[in-house]
């Protein structure tokens, strides 16, 4: 079946550091989606990318759509103690009835203040 | 516009007791999907449904697990004569759309003692 690689998988970095973290795909995806859990509770959107090149902003956050469609990253800049948490990318095929999400495995991040 | 509301939180049920799982989806959404986390993995695609309609099911397991989304009232999930290794997180997502973002409610922890 698909599968999403997702790395690294556990980062430790200082307070103020920039983050980034990637997803790539052997399959083509319609859409990525990043998201972040923390402990408890339900993933939560991040930033959703639609188009093949687009690049989107959230804050601190920006993510890129591949151009080839099978891969994405992540970036977060100035990292704060709440960011803190497992970001997972998502990916979603497209055609047919396909709605379903197919997740990567996470990259947990820890934040030193 | 609320969340995705799941109920409960937390389930705790012996082996070969059942278990039911309710999902809320957002206001004006008519798209579910559940998924299962296990601790420390991501999220795993189990069945997608619109209002009356199982549309994929290909992550379900065939036997004891069942899912329906009536045209009035929540979603359910429901597991019969549970076992062990049924214990994990269970997430409910929703979207307005097949190929838009979908957002999750907060889980429901199944422990079967």
């Known amino acids: 079946g698909q599968q999403l690689n997702q790395s690294p998988q556990s980062m430790f970095i200082q307070e103020g550091e920039d983050v980034s973290m990637n997803c790539t795909s052997s399959s083509i995806f319609n859409t990525w989606l990043w998201y972040k859990q923390e402990p408890g509770e339900g993933p939560v959107l991040l930033i959703a990318l639609y188009k093949a090149g687009e690049l989107t902003s959230n804050g601190r956050l920006t993510a890129q759509f591949g151009i080839t469609r099978k891969d994405s990253f992540l970036n977060i800049s100035a990292s704060i103690p709440s960011d803190v948490g497992i970001y997972f990318c998502a990916g979603q095929l497209g055609g047919g009835s396909q709605g379903n999400l197919i997740f990567g495995k996470g990259t947990k991040l820890s934040v030193k203040p | 516009n609320a969340g995705v509301m799941q109920n409960p939180r937390h389930l705790v049920r012996r082996r070969g007791q059942e278990a039911r799982l309710r999902c809320s989806p957002m206001?004006?959404?008519?798209?579910v999907y559940w998924y299962r986390q296990l601790p420390e993995e991501g999220l795993k695609f189990m069945v997608y449904?619109?209002?009356?309609?199982?549309?994929?099911e290909s992550g379900m397991p065939k036997e004891r697990f069942s899912a329906e989304f009536p045209k009035e009232g929540p979603s359910i999930l429901r597991i019969q004569q549970v076992v062990r290794g049924d214990s994990a997180a269970y997430f409910c997502?929703?979207?307005?759309?097949?190929?838009?973002?979908?957002?999750f409610g907060q889980g429901t922890r199944l422990t079967v003692v």
């Open positions: 449904l619109q209002k009356e309609n199982i549309i994929d």
């Open positions: 997502a929703s979207s307005p759309g097949v190929h838009t973002e979908a957002f």
């Open positions: 206001k004006g959404h008519s798209h």
